[in-house]
């Protein structure tokens, strides 16, 4: 079965970037988008990005332009979120979709809660 | 920036239907795609391409998408149906846009 299991909770302090990763299993990894999403506490889910597994290409959400960075290892079928410049209002839980066809997000990730705080 | 519009909150009794509203501009000429979410849990699918169901999805759940507004329905809604609910606008011309979420309460 389709599996996306992200990694584990980060804390980091304002300033500082984080990676987080996705790992995906049980289908075809170059076949399908992977959109990352986020929600900080008690909010509303907001878009941040997509790749494209198979050639690497990228779109971001106006938000985080320069901030965010999408990367794929395909050896590993893992895709990356890195977001850097951190401050307290990237408190979320960041989630990993894949999509199956165009904005079709049908399987997610447990999600990856980081906390920046001072 | 685009931008989707949705109510905070609605309520239905148990056995009603249930609407939820998403509005934007044009929004009949993007795909919508609607989430459901349940707390401490990752959204769920439950309606794409304005009106398609996936698969293990309840045949209560429909969707619509015509002018400016979106629309996810629940017929004969159960208590098992509260969550809060989001949706997804796209097209190639813009980038992918979440509504503010509608928390659906089963009174």
Not at chain 1, 59 to 77: C, E, I, M
Request: charged residues 15%; aromatic residues 10%; glycine residues 10%.
């Amino acid at each position: 079965q389709v599996q996306l299991v992200q990694s584990g909770p980060e804390v980091k302090k304002p300033g500082a970037s984080v990676k987080a990763c996705c790992k995906a299993s049980g289908y075809t990894f170059n076949k399908y988008y992977v959109h990352w999403v986020r929600q900080a506490p008690g909010q509303g889910l907001e878009w941040m990005g997509v790749i494209s597994p198979s050639g690497g290409s990228t779109s971001y959400a106006q938000k985080f332009q320069g901030r965010v960075t999408l990367t794929r290892d395909t050896s590993t079928s893992a895709v990356y979120m890195e977001l850097s410049s951190l401050r307290s209002e990237d408190t979320a839980v960041y989630y990993c979709a894949r999509d199956v066809d165009v904005g079709v997000l049908v399987d997610w990730g447990q999600g990856t809660l980081v906390t920046v705080s001072s | 920036s685009y931008e989707v519009t949705q109510p905070p909150s609605v309520s239905v009794s148990p056995g009603q239907t249930a609407t939820i509203t998403c509005s934007g501009d044009n929004l009949g000429n993007k795909d919508v795609s609607w989430f459901q979410q349940k707390p401490g849990q990752s959204p769920v699918l439950v309606i794409f391409e304005d009106s398609s169901r996936p698969s293990g999805i309840p045949e209560r759940f429909s969707g619509s998408n015509s002018g400016n507004t979106a629309t996810l329905t629940i017929s004969g809604t159960q208590a098992i149906d509260e969550a809060d609910f989001y949706c997804l606008a796209w097209d190639s011309s813009t980038e992918w846009v979440f509504g503010g979420g509608t928390k659906l309460t089963v009174l």
